[in-house]
């Protein structure tokens, strides 16, 4: 046991060198991030200047390539989201936090967090094949008609749209939302709750007076994230926003979003100003969302710790009081013009009334909150376990159209992109969370920071940027560049989780190492390490699962649809022909299982960890 | 006269009783000082007294009335309850995204009081009343939690004052205070009354002395659960306990 103590000096330094390798690696990848899109978009820029931002036309044609209309339908179809996503995912939220009955709490939050591992191309395909059949049919012309709406939702009724896409992203938002405002919220203290308690508020005042004033930064922040990642969707929209740019007259019609639009782009685009034109699209995107992101994670960072909420301005001005001379009676008793009291008990029932119609309203929202997800799990479960057969499995995909074949091609190549990735994700992930972990200095929260922006940039931009480094330089597609692309994505994530985990072990154990006379490095790696163990490997499962059901970056690194199993989703869906929708639905569900087997084998380990540790 | 009558009160969480059997009588208009060691079931008892105890999951056995009304019974509501009988907490709560008017009128408020006049008004009697008017007259759209702890005890106070309680709880006021703002909170509450009954909950026997009128006992029985044990004027139980096991207690505390 106490082997490692007397051990010479060279290990340490070993360790040491690896971690400041991996923090460098990660520094460097993120530096490459932006250079590489600076760089290719930059003919577009020299061609067409900052008119790209504001410039209408799309005409490869002609050499006319400007972003305008996109950037207005990424911020419309986002901001039709939130429009949807904030009030319900904030009605989630204080329902979870405040409202509801404990034994209802955990397994809501539970399939809200489920819901936040369904992979977007599943949602995306569930729009398109089941929502806008139904929304062409029943709910658009019904909107159409509702007098005082007519105007918003004017137009033929197709189904693809953005009120579609809006409708995808608030369903790919809302687990954001509800479970950081959840969070806020919980971080109240309960000092404040009795506080407004003991005056006689009903459980909606409690909640109006002590508990949303107090989470209000932690709320910004969760709704600022929630942006970040709603302009950064692009797979799930693309599916359904009937990819045609046009100034939105109406909610309707169909539209195009920065994402949307480089998903369909950028694999036609002619090599040179075409190529960098799409690039330029992506540079927009990154700015934009490392813009709000930051901003989220500053409003997050302000909350302060649990308890201690920072002192916001005073909600209400009290207007100088010094005009009214002191009332009647001086330091010994209290003669009041109106009696409080009989002011409280006849407001009791409309405010009991109202507190009712509040805990109503808000379960209403997980209703609402809840229906997609049993809709989407039964929908992907019905359709796709009809064609899943050992054969299916087994088979290598036909072409779209040709009944028979399967999808082994697709499980096994996505089985191998993300095994890759995983190989050169979680040395650097464990390597640089054991790096912040003892640290505090400018370095490290650099480091954190930018772990925590690359954690919100778009996954379309990761994919290009892998396209940029690793597939055109060698003019082929590979595994290993789409391996890197997801790799890419899900360091943060674990860097993130890892620091976490490491941070949950006591203090006074680490402390305790320090005493038998150790480094404080080698204390890190192997005390620390292993009594976070199972934390960490939650961690990396998590984002593991975040890995599997990512389209976007494969998109432009791998050669063929049928090399996994997010692109054959995304090729099949949207085909006429049945044997191909089928064929979406099965890797929908293969996927869905999978994805759902890593969460919820994370979330067991988790578990058996707490277990033993009480 | 009797303000709140506790008949045969018994607190459990789950299957743990913390204090049974409580029959005791607060008079109107005194300081009733609830004494004991801790853990024996003070804070319950008095969370009894305004049914601050519906969330955390206890069960109330037994009667507590509000002059004649049974305070638990069918068709009273638990936020009524609240604002006849209010209540200062161990640590002080100011709102802290509230300003310091905004704290004092915040039950006011709550009542669904709007009238900004009668809340000016409202907020600076309460805030005489608390000993604070003077301190605080200036910079009364201040967040409170730019105040002292002390400032921010009688903030609370102000809060609760400004309902207009019949009867005002307080669980150990000064325990989280210094020396100087204990004396000055001291001070406020031996002025309350008659206004208001108080009851209050504190470890400080000479604290007891100076304030309160009356006192009861808390003390663990065999199975260390809470009980009362003795309650009376404080002079009398002070100077003559009925029970031994007062005596005890008190000899080890006073001396
Ligand atoms: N929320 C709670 N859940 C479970 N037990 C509690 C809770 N609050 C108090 N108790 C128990 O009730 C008993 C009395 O506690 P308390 O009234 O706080 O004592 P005191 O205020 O006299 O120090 C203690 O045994 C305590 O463990
Ligand atoms: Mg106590």
């Known amino acids: 046991m106490t082997g490692w103590l007397v051990r010479p000096r060279r290990p340490v330094r070993a360790y040491s060198v690896l971690c400041w390798t991996a923090v460098g690696l990660f520094a460097a990848v993120l530096a490459a991030v932006a250079v590489t899109i600076g760089a290719e978009s930059a003919r577009a820029w020299a061609h067409a200047g900052l008119g790209f931002l504001w410039s209408g036309t799309w005409n490869p044609a002609r050499d006319h390539y400007g972003g305008g209309l996109l950037v207005v339908g990424t911020v419309v179809t986002t901001g039709c989201a939130m429009l949807l996503a904030v009030p319900i995912g904030l009605g989630i939220a204080v329902y979870l936090a405040e409202l509801s009955p404990r034994w209802l709490s955990a397994p809501v939050s539970a399939a809200i967090d489920l819901l936040a591992a369904v992979p977007s191309i599943v949602v995306g395909l569930w729009a398109l094949l089941v929502v806008s059949p139904f929304f062409a049919r029943d709910v658009e012309p019904t909107l159409a008609r509702t007098p005082g709406l007519r105007s918003v939702f004017a137009g033929p009724a197709y189904g693809p749209g953005i009120l579609l896409a809006a409708v995808v992203l608030t369903i790919m938002v809302l687990p954001t939302v509800v479970a950081l405002s959840r969070n806020a919220l919980q971080a109240v203290s309960g000092a404040e709750r009795e506080a407004a308690r003991a005056l006689g508020a009903t459980p909606w005042q409690v909640v109006r007076t002590a508990v949303l004033p107090a989470a209000r930064p932690g709320i910004a922040g969760a709704v600022t994230l929630a942006v970040g990642r709603a302009l950064g969707e692009s797979i799930a929209v693309a599916m359904v926003i009937g990819n045609r740019p046009g100034l939105p007259r109406s909610l309707l019609q169909p539209g195009a979003t920065l994402g949307s639009a480089i998903v369909n782009q950028f694999g036609e685009a002619s090599p040179g100003l075409g190529e960098s034109s799409v690039v330029a699209l992506a540079a927009v995107l990154l700015a934009l969302t490392v813009a709000v992101n930051a901003a989220g994670i500053g409003l997050l960072g302000r909350g302060g710790p649990p308890g201690r909420p920072a002192p916001g301005p005073p909600r209400r001005l009290a207007e100088s009081p010094g005009a009214v001379g002191p009332a009647g009676a001086g330091p010994t008793g209290l003669v009041l013009l109106a009696d409080p009291i009989d002011a409280a008990t006849r407001s009791l029932p409309r405010r009991r009334w109202a507190s009712r119609v509040m805990y109503n309203l808000c379960a209403a929202c997980v209703i609402a909150g809840a229906a997609p997800l049993v809709a989407l799990l039964y929908y992907t479960i019905a359709r796709g376990h009809g064609a899943l057969s050992l054969g299916f499995l087994t088979q290598a995909p036909r072409p779209a159209g040709i009944p028979g074949g399967g999808i082994a091609t697709a499980i096994s190549g996505s089985a191998k992109i993300v095994g890759l990735g995983l190989v050169m994700a979680v040395p650097v992930g464990l390597l640089s969370a054991l790096f912040l972990y003892d640290r505090r200095g400018k370095a490290a929260g650099t480091i954190r920071f930018g772990a925590d922006v690359l954690t919100g940039v778009p996954s379309i931009v990761l994919g290009i940027f892998a396209y940029g480094v690793l597939v055109r330089p060698f003019h082929h597609s590979s595994t290993v560049a789409a391996g890197f692309a997801l790799a890419v994505l899900m360091v943060p994530i674990m860097i993130g989780g890892n620091e976490e985990a490491l941070r949950a072990v006591p203090e006074d154990l680490f402390e305790a190492g320090l005493a038998l006379g150790a480094r404080r490095a080698r204390v890190a790696g192997r005390i620390v390490v292993r009594e976070a163990l199972a934390r960490l490997v939650t961690a990396n499962l998590l984002a593991a699962s975040r890995g599997v059901g990512e389209t976007a970056p494969l998109l432009f690194t791998v050669a063929a649809p049928s090399a996994a199993l997010t692109l054959l989703i995304f090729d099949r869906g949207p085909q006429a022909f049945a044997s191909a929708q089928q064929t979406a639905w099965a890797c929908a569900l293969v996927l869905l299982a999978a994805v759902l087997a890593l969460g919820a084998t994370a979330r067991a380990v988790a578990w058996r960890l707490t277990r033993h540790q009480r | ?255």
């Open chain 2, 1 to 255: 006269m009797t303000a709140v009558t506790l008949d045969d009160v018994s607190v459990t969480f789950g299957a743990h009783h913390a204090v049974r059997h409580v029959t005791l009588r607060l008079q109107r208009s005194r300081v009733t000082a609830l004494i004991g060691p801790s853990g024996c079931g003070k804070t319950t008892v008095l969370r009894a007294i305004n049914r601050m105890h519906e969330q955390s999951g206890a069960i109330v056995t037994g009667t507590v009335r509000l002059g004649d009304v049974d305070i638990y019974g069918p068709g009273i509501a638990a936020e009524h309850v609240r604002s006849r009988i209010g209540m200062v907490f161990q640590r002080p709560n100011p709102f802290p995204s509230m300003s310091i008017f905004d704290n004092t009128v915040a039950g006011l408020r709550l009542a669904g009081i709007r009238n900004k006049r009668l809340l000016r008004e409202a907020a600076e009697q309460a805030l005489h009343h608390a000993a604070l008017w003077d301190v605080v007259k200036d910079r009364l759209d201040q967040p409170a939690i730019r105040l002292s702890g002390g400032q921010q005890q009688r903030l609370c106070i102000a809060r609760a004052l400004a309902v207009q309680p019949e009867v005002l709880l307080m669980d150990e006021p000064c325990s989280a205070l210094d020396p100087i703002a204990t004396a000055k909170v001291e001070d406020l509450i031996s002025r309350l009354v008659p206004d208001v009954t108080v009851v209050l909950v504190t470890h400080n026997m000479f604290q007891a002395t100076r304030v309160s009128h009356d006192v009861a006992v808390f003390l663990l029985d065999e199975d260390r659960v809470g009980e009362l044990v003795e309650a009376g004027p404080i002079e009398k139980v002070f100077s003559s306990p009925a029970d031994p096991r007062t005596r005890d207690y008190l000899s080890g505390h006073i001396g």
